[in-house]
């Protein structure tokens, strides 16, 4: 008996049947890899940018909190005060840190400074969040034994101790105290606190934006040659002086807490010689092409490190009477 038509057809059909061809599955793997690869530095640069704003609104609240320090006290921080503490420490009870800022001892008490004292390494180990920059890689795997910070005051520019230094916002305890109001340039361009890129000793680094550098003895008084002899060493034939910038955001002295205009944003940071005096701390980060700074009146801004220098110590400056224009950001 012969098969009926309808099965034939459904016979024919199942026969007409076929798997990929391998061509068919390789064109397939070659636009999922061409869809992940451009996804990928997408999703990458998506988180960056919402790091970005993250570290913006760090700085930010920082901001809000040096305000209402100035409204309580009628003047900015110190840049530290007569025991070494930081800016960072002085405005701990205007970022919801009142119980820290209340177990720590500031008086001298020992052979090293108050902030650093055995009875204050509890709250000098307390890792702040709105202290460190989400960026840096070395947030989240900081080897130091201290709470580090990503953000730094500005002292102004110029060799340190110097009768022309000491011309940014946050000044010594030796000095008279700085208010907005002695921001003469301009609290919106007076620049109050930018990032630094936190040291790295182990593994030891050679990313000159986490060290401090030493260079050749130079003139205390001749600034140029020393920043041209800091930028022009790198850290595979310089001596290393420093490993841990922003290690203690408790202590109040350079590179830990503080920083200056000498250079721009990501060149090198130095040591003059054996001159601790004669020094430049530049700021930096771990974003691509600059990095954030929060200004006297409170607003923040991403600085390109394309900035000029003259531009810049003009920004770190409270009186120098630089005029600074849009154009010139």
């Not at 919402?50 to 305000?67: D, E, F, H, P, T």
Request: contains cysteine; proline residues 5%.
């Amino acid at each position: 008996m012969l098969p009926h038509c309808d099965s034939l057809q459904e016979a024919t059909r199942r026969d007409n049947r076929r798997g990929f061809t391998l061509i068919e599955v390789l064109v397939v793997c070659s636009i999922i890899a061409i869809l992940v690869a451009i996804l990928i530095p997408a999703v990458q640069a998506t988180r960056e940018a919402a790091r970005r704003i993250q570290c913006s609104n760090n700085l930010k609240q920082i901001g809000i909190a040096l305000n209402a320090y100035v409204a309580a006290t009628q003047s900015l921080p110190f840049r530290t005060n007569g025991t070494g503490f930081s800016l960072h420490s002085m405005i701990l009870p205007f970022i919801d840190q009142v119980s820290l800022y209340n177990q720590i001892n500031f008086t001298q008490g020992s052979e090293v400074p108050a902030p650093l004292n055995p009875e204050n390494t509890t709250s000098a180990h307390v890792r702040i969040g709105l202290f460190v920059c989400p960026t840096d890689p070395l947030v989240g795997s900081w080897t130091g034994n201290d709470g580090p910070t990503s953000y730094v005051g500005n002292q102004g520019y110029g060799f340190i101790d110097t009768p022309t230094y000491d011309n940014g916002p946050f000044v010594t305890w030796l000095s008279r105290a700085i208010g907005p109001a002695d921001c003469t340039d301009g609290a919106s361009t007076t620049a109050a606190i930018s990032e630094t890129a936190l040291g790295q000793k182990f593994p030891f680094t050679t990313d000159a934006r986490r060290l401090v550098l030493t260079t050749p003895d130079q003139n205390p008084t001749d600034l140029v040659a020393f920043v041209d002899s800091c930028r022009s060493i790198s850290p595979q034939s310089a001596k290393i002086f420093f490993v841990f910038k922003g290690a203690h955001w408790v202590y109040g002295d350079y590179p830990y807490t503080v920083y200056n205009h000498d250079l721009g944003i990501n060149e090198n940071s130095c040591l003059n010689g054996s001159m601790y005096q004669s020094s430049a701390y530049s700021a930096g980060s771990m974003h691509s092409g600059g990095c954030h700074t929060l200004f006297v009146d409170g607003h923040a801004a991403f600085i390109k490190q394309s900035l000029t220098l003259a531009v810049w110590r003009a920004l770190g400056t409270r009186s120098g009477g630089e005029i600074i224009s849009a154009g010139d950001l």
